[in-house]
């Protein structure tokens, strides 16, 4: 079945047609996807979807995932021989807590935890996406250390230098010359539970009240 929406300007759409502001994140999507298409609103789960992608399937057999990490203006590559993990609070979680935040991501759900709204400028360790993998295990999506509500580090570590969006990198952290935004915390996210109630209650692609993005 099909879900017609009025998009701003009133045109009938389709949640394959269009994506939508509302809840919408790239955090989920391959770096070779997103820069070939842009992504479209899903309604699949994490328990309907196991895998993100054919592509996203093909890419993991080979032993490396790539990794769109668009909030903080960074592609990365992960490979089997990865290096160990950055030290600090919820650095070493294996999957999402029950309240981890939810983000509609293209065809399924990338939970985050914890969620931006909750760091504060004491919380001194890192923040995770996770997005069902093969045979329903954890796939993790992206992972950065924090300090100071700051995006300190980046894991697994992207080539040292400078990337395509400027973000200055040594061994994984972000070094001071560059930009603002390479630093800043902006992955939001869904309270658990939100987007399920949203599809229960039919008004998909909105959210009930209390489900507020942060």
């Known amino acids: ?22 809840g919408w994140h790239p955090m989920a999507y391959s770096a070779l996807e997103f820069a070939a298409k842009p992504p479209a609103r899903s309604l699949v789960s994490p328990d309907q979807a196991p895998s993100l ?15 769109a990490f668009v909030t903080v203006g960074l592609i990365s590559t992960a490979c089997a021989a990865a290096p160990e993990r950055p030290q600090g609070a919820n650095c070493r979680l294996t999957a999402p807590p029950r309240n981890a935040g939810e983000i509609d991501a293209p065809r399924q759900i990338v939970f985050v935890y914890p969620r931006t709204k909750d760091i504060g400028m004491g919380y001194l360790g890192c923040q995770t996406a996770w997005a069902r993998g093969e045979h329903g295990a954890w796939d993790i999506v992206s992972l950065v250390r924090i300090e100071q509500r700051a995006v300190v580090e980046v894991w697994p570590p992207p080539p040292d230098g400078e990337s395509p969006s400027h973000c200055i990198y040594s061994h994984g952290r972000i070094l001071p010359d560059s930009p603002p935004p390479c630093r800043t915390l902006q992955t939001i996210s869904f309270p658990a539970g939100c987007i399920a109630r949203s599809l229960k209650l039919h008004v998909y ?8 993005e942060g």
């Open 53 to 67: 992608t054919k592509r996203l399937v093909k890419e993991q057999s080979r032993r490396c995932v790539a990794l």
């Open 1 to 22: 079945m099909t879900l017609a929406l009025r998009s701003r300007a009133g045109q009938k759409k389709t949640i394959a047609d269009d994506r939508f502001e509302v």
């Open 205 to 212: 692609p909105a959210m009930p009240k209390g489900c507020d």
